[in-house]
């Protein structure tokens, strides 16, 4: 009996021993945020007026910034929504790098995505990105899982930031 209540005690404590946080933190790795991608065509609209967007307006707006339409901002026609843009947001404008099965492209963010893991792009954008094995996989399927998303300096889309695009993110390199 004494066995017993000694097995007892011991699995109880170890129980209450891997409930507890471990003192240096879950040392499991965070798994990365999934990004998808989809597709509009009225990103492909040279003249649409970028005021109409969620982009367009405030202190913070493109059309602040001298941009009065899609044509006008540099690396058109890669451009698209984003979750974090929205009207007079500090990231309209922001540059993202989006990765899909080895193809990769530099997005400006102009409008703003419904889903916080969504990036709708143009169509011409979209198919430059998602062409795998000659055929054009994000329009095909209308939504595909992006290998990675992330936010880069401006410059890599284009704008003067008094800065360049780094080296390994950059076409050239």
Known sequence: MKSFTTLLSLGFVA???????????DPTPATPAKYRLSHNPVYDNRSMEIGRLACGGGENGL??????????????DNIGAAHP?????????????????????????VDNASDEDLFVISDEANKALTRVNG????????IVDLDSAHEVDRACCGFN???????????DG
């Open 63 to 76: 059309v602040t910034k001298g941009y009065r339409t899609l044509g006008d901002l540099p690396f058109f």
């Open 15 to 25: 129980s209450v021993a891997s409930a507890l946080p471990s003192p240096q933190g």
């Open 85 to 109: 843009s929205s009207y007079n947001s500090l990231e309209c404008g922001s540059c993202w790098n989006l990765t899909y099965k080895g193809n990769w492209a530099y997005i400006i963010a």
């Open 135 to 142: 055929r054009n996989e994000g329009i095909e399927q209308d």
């Open 161 to 171: 930031t008094g800065t360049q695009c780094p080296t390994a993110l950059n076409n």
